[in-house]
């Protein structure tokens, strides 16, 4: 196929010939999606390798599944490699995942992704970080993965799940711009650098709605609406895309993670001011049977609260919640929102403090400097702290952070002599609500006291058992 842009022309192959065929155009839309990604590594043209993409690749693998296979290397820890994980374990089959980076999806921040871990484990999935395949060497009707840590691993099938790259080498013969990553670059109308071209979908290199930066989101959604409003906006009205905040959700086992926004990490990358707090709510009324707990991390600005991004990993319930916090951003709206967000409530549902009011209470407070916070990734950054686990004794001998000291909160004030006043004195408790009422004695004593945001349980988060 060939783009004639000066003469507006497609040149296409006749399908079962040879024959070329002109076609006209006064206005091109570009829809090539992408194709997975291969690692140029030997053997990986070998039989019995796959990728997942159409679905072609969909009846080949179920072929090769329902051949009786008994163990699967699945490389790539994305949506596309935890999906086929699960899928294989349910035809029970052995998994293992293999993956680059030191943690699984990372779309998300690594501390959030700790639950999705601890699921697939409790599966039986054998999960290898910081890892890669090198070598695939076929060995009778299996393949044998050489892993860049020098292990081996025998299996019936590899399945590679390590990404995408646009489809865009029409759009480069034809002179159209694209971006460092391959993506087409479009406008907010979705019009090329020929105005008279359009493109969409996985093929396109767009703006991140937060932080008004060009990036590339390979998701159905934006693909969809980038289609329609295209279309609207070559028959003259006046459209235009908002940009992308990546907005997405996956289903591993019974556990459920999803995201919008911007994560920490970009963040970070991006030298963008950013606030956090973790909390860890029940998807409904805990007295009413079957509460499910959920991990929620919001991302703000410092200065006028406004929702930059969110992250929550549990069970049901993640995607009312995330859905909510996506509507929230694309309004622009701000932690204070949150606080005076009214949501359907009935017991079996939610709770008259929903998980999005309470991210807004709690943010809130933080941006008004209500009750000082201090996060896990932020410990070892103290020179001279007291920590203070306010939690029962029962709960302490559980466990606890390592040099803490227990003084539950109910006994905090008779024991306040067991503190010292000269050193930043950190508090926590399991989820954060005591070490906020810990906070707020020891500041009315004039102690220089931080509460540990998402208490102990955040500590898991970033240090799993």
């Known amino acids: 196929m060939e783009v004639d ?8 192959e006749k ?3 040879k024959d070329l065929i002109r076609q006209p155009y006064d206005k091109l839309v570009l829809s090539p999606g992408a194709s997975p990604v291969l690692p140029a590594i030997p053997g990986i043209n070998s039989a ?37 994980v699960e899928n294989l374990v349910h035809r029970n089959v052995k998994v293992s995942l293999i993956q680059l980076s030191n ?30 395949v090198s070598e695939v060497s076929p060995k009778d009707d299996r393949l044998v993965a050489k892993l860049s840590n020098g292990i081996a691993i025998d299996s019936d099938m590899i399945l590679f799940g390590i990404g995408v790259r646009p489809e865009s080498k029409l759009a480069i013969d034809s ?13 907010a109308f979705m019009q090329t650098s020929d105005p008279d071209i359009y493109a969409v979908g996985d093929a396109i ?22 289609g329609r409003l295209a279309v609207d906006h070559m028959f003259g009205r006046k459209v235009m895309f908002r940009g992308t905040q990546a907005t997405s959700i996956v289903k591993v086992f019974n556990m459920v993670v999803a995201s919008t926004g911007a994560s920490e990490r970009i963040l970070q990358r991006e030298s963008k001011s950013y606030q956090k707090i ?44 995330i859905d909510v916090l996506a509507m929230a951003i694309q309004a622009g709206m701000t932690v204070f929102d949150l606080e005076e967000s009214e949501l359907a409530y009935a017991p079996q549902f939610g709770s008259a403090k929903d998980p999005i009011n309470m991210a807004g209470f709690i943010a809130a407070g933080v941006v008004r400097n209500d009750h000082p916070i201090i996060h896990v990734d932020q410990l070892s950054q103290l020179e001279s702290s007291c920590l203070i686990d306010v939690r029962t004794d029962e709960e302490f001998r559980l466990g606890t952070i390592p040099g803490a000291k227990s003084i539950p909160v109910d006994q905090l004030r008779e ?51």
Do not use: W
């Open 5 to 12: 842009r000066a003469r507006k022309e497609v040149v296409v």
């Open 278 to 321: 973790y909390l860890h709510p029940a998807n409904h009324a805990g007295y009413y049977p079957g509460a499910q707990g959920m991990s929620i991390k919001l991302l703000f600005e410092p200065g006028d609260g406004k929702i930059l991004g969110a992250q929550i990993t549990g069970g049901e319930g993640v995607d009312k919640r």
């Open 205 to 226: 290199e767009t703006e991140d709605f937060v932080l008004k930066i060009r990036t590339q989101v390979p998701l159905a959604g934006p693909a969809n609406r980038q």
């Open 415 to 465: 024991r306040l002599n067991e503190i010292p006043n000269k050193e930043q004195v950190v508090v926590f408790c399991q989820v954060g609500q005591r070490g906020y009422i810990a906070t707020r004695i020891l500041q009315q004593r004039g102690y220089n006291v931080r509460n540990l945001s998402g208490g102990y349980k955040a500590y898991r988060l970033f240090f799993p058992a």
């Open 103 to 132: 943690q699984i999806l990372p779309v998300v921040d690594r501390e959030m992704t700790t639950p999705i871990l601890a699921e697939l484990k409790s599966k039986g999935v054998d999960v290898l970080l910081n890892t890669t």
């Open 175 to 187: 002179g159209l711009a694209t971006g460092p990553r391959g993506g087409i670059v479009t406008n």
């Open 48 to 84: 019995n390798v796959f990728t997942l993409r159409t679905l072609e690749d969909v009846d080949r693998i179920k072929a090769r599944v329902d051949s009786g296979i008994k163990h699967v290397v699945v490389v790539g820890a994305g949506f596309i490699g935890l999906e086929m």
């Open 15 to 17: 399908v079962g010939t």
